[in-house]
């Protein structure tokens, strides 16, 4: 009795979380075409959330690429295959690595932070002040976030694929004696345009659900310093779920659509 | 009060439930121009969520609620901006925005809505402070301020505006007498110059006589009794009295 109770309690959260962040971006989308445009926060928010977050991001890739060269150099010699490092450690990061470990690292920080800028002002009233006083506050709040996260995930993406490839280059050229020309020979051949578009294409996307997740947890914090820190910790889990999960189906859906 | 004035809020029986418990039961009230409304009541009755529906800040379940002669109650969120910029909002905590300084919380409701230079907001933005009593504290934050500055800060940003109505949520509980007595003297000072047509909603008596020209006491749910304070101090209604005499309590 109680197990199926709570069952239908997580099942209707479950419905009223998606379905919330669904309406969120409904109306974010709204929100995009109606005065005033306050550039300048998009601007601050830029800074917030690339600047900020680049070096993370950046760390990760490099020692990405390193392992991934290592793992793959090692294994792949094993099949007399090491000529093919370069393409293997090239389209695993431009593909998947680097705009998913992104998402994951800048985002997690990024979307926690957001959970709980907003969701303090949440539990102090102040959204209320400003809808009070006849600001838009989802203009105010919200949309300068995702814009500028529609900007700067892919633009840290780029400069994760670069440097995950560049330190693969390191590991293949230092490790396992490979010349750094048939490295970059075999990426320029083997790797097309389109796998690197791909990559980019999931990272706008990741950029707008992270932010998202991030937003729409804050708005909905209540249960004051204790909900605050529930609603933070919660932003954390579903950011990383949440780009795991799109990753697949995004994959597929490129595969379907540009293949 | 003649029949003719125009009305700035009309609540027409209204609902409201959260979760299971019903909060608002089919409450219906006139605001006329010029006039001062004390809503009163024990605490839990509804009296904050029934003045947060009147702003539009909560969506009654049911019922009709006009803010200066429109319909409100099914508007977007974007629609309802420029209704309530032309009314004053005063939470109970203040609600002030923590990372600005007082300055900069009484300017921005006039950085957001109008394009006047840095010397008309700043000229406006101490007339307000100075109305309630905090000239020099422009540079000080939120944090460093007591309940009794901060509510004031509150009035003075609701009010830089010159709203054609104010809500005011609780302006005096949580204060020490000294601090409620300063606001309850503000707010009746107000009715003479800033703003004449006012909502408050309070559980302290002693105030909503000092500045109501009506009353209206709720009680599980509905209004118990409305009408002028000595109308509502006559009632023979028996929650009413209870609440008068302080022997009321709901929650």
């Known amino acids: 009795?109680?197990?199926?109770?709570s069952l239908r309690a997580v099942g209707r959260?479950?419905?009223?979380?998606?379905?919330?962040?669904a309406l969120l971006s409904v109306q974010v989308a709204r929100n995009l075409a109606l005065p005033p445009s306050y550039l300048e926060l998009v601007a601050r928010q830029i800074d917030i959330i690339g600047v900020r977050s680049t070096g993370v991001a950046l760390i990760a890739a490099l020692f990405t690429g390193m392992v991934l060269a290592l793992q793959t150099a090692v294994n792949m010699a094993r099949f007399g295959a090491e000529g093919y490092v370069g393409p293997v450690v090239a389209l695993s990061i431009l593909r998947e690595l680097g705009p998913v470990l992104t998402a994951i690292l800048v985002g997690g920080k990024v979307a926690s932070g957001i959970t709980a800028e907003l969701g303090s002002m949440q539990v102090t009233e102040q959204i209320d002040a400003l809808r009070a006083l006849g600001v838009n506050y989802l203009k105010k709040l919200v949309v300068p976030r995702i814009l500028a996260a529609l900007l700067v995930f892919p633009l840290v993406t780029i400069l994760a694929d670069v440097v995950g490839l560049i330190g693969g280059m390191l590991v293949v050229v230092f490790e396992r004696d490979v010349d750094a020309y048939l490295y970059w020979n075999t990426i320029a051949y083997w790797v097309v345009i389109r796998d690197f578009l791909t990559g980019i294409g999931k990272s706008v996307v990741f950029g707008w659900l992270v932010t998202l997740i991030g937003c729409y947890n804050g708005l909905e914090t209540s249960g004051g310093t204790e909900g605050l820190g529930r609603s933070t910790t919660d932003t954390v889990v579903q950011v990383a779920m949440a780009v795991i999960v799109s990753d697949f189906f995004l994959t597929k859906l490129f595969f379907f659509l540009f293949w | 009060m003649s029949a003719s004035s125009p009305l700035v809020v009309q609540v027409r029986d209204v609902h409201k439930s959260f979760e299971d418990k019903r909060v608002l039961?089919?409450?219906?009230?006139?605001?006329?121009?010029?006039t001062t409304l004390a809503i009163m009541g024990g605490s839990g009755t509804g009296k904050t969520v029934l003045l947060r529906i009147i702003d539009g800040l909560v969506y009654p379940d049911a019922g009709q609620v006009s803010l200066f002669g429109t319909r409100i109650e099914s508007l977007r969120e974007e629609q309802m901006l420029p209704l309530r910029r032309r009314a004053g909002f005063v939470f109970q905590g203040a609600a002030l925005f923590d990372?600005?300084?007082?300055?900069?919380?009484?300017?921005?409701?006039l950085r957001e809505h109008t394009k006047q230079s840095l010397g008309e907001i700043t000229d406006r933005?101490?007339?307000?402070?100075?109305?309630?009593?905090?000239?020099?504290?422009?540079?000080?934050?939120?944090?460093e301020l007591s309940g009794g500055m901060r509510r004031r800060v509150g009035i003075a940003r609701a009010l830089v505006m010159e709203p054609e109505v104010v809500f005011f949520d609780e302006p005096t509980a949580g204060l020490d007498p000294t601090n409620a007595r300063l606001v309850a003297e503000l707010i009746a000072q107000l009715r003479q110059g800033v703003c004449d047509t006012a909502i408050v909603v309070t559980h302290d008596i002693e105030f909503a006589d000092m500045v109501a020209d009506r009353m209206a006491i709720l009680y599980g749910g509905r209004f118990a009794e409305t009408g002028t304070p000595a109308e509502v101090h006559a009632s023979t209604n028996e929650a009413v009295r209870k609440f008068l005499?302080?022997?009321l309590r709901e929650g």
């Open chain 1, 13 to 21: 959260d479950a419905v009223a979380w998606y379905g919330g962040l």
């Open chain 1, 1 to 5: 009795m109680t197990g199926a109770h």
């Open chain 2, 245 to 247: 005499a302080g022997e």
């Open chain 2, 99 to 109: 990372s600005m300084s007082v300055f900069e919380n009484v300017a921005f409701p």
């Open chain 2, 125 to 143: 933005v101490h007339r307000f402070l100075g109305l309630v009593g905090l000239p020099g504290t422009d540079d000080l934050l939120p944090a």
């Open chain 2, 25 to 34: 039961q089919g409450v219906s009230l006139d605001l006329e121009k010029g």
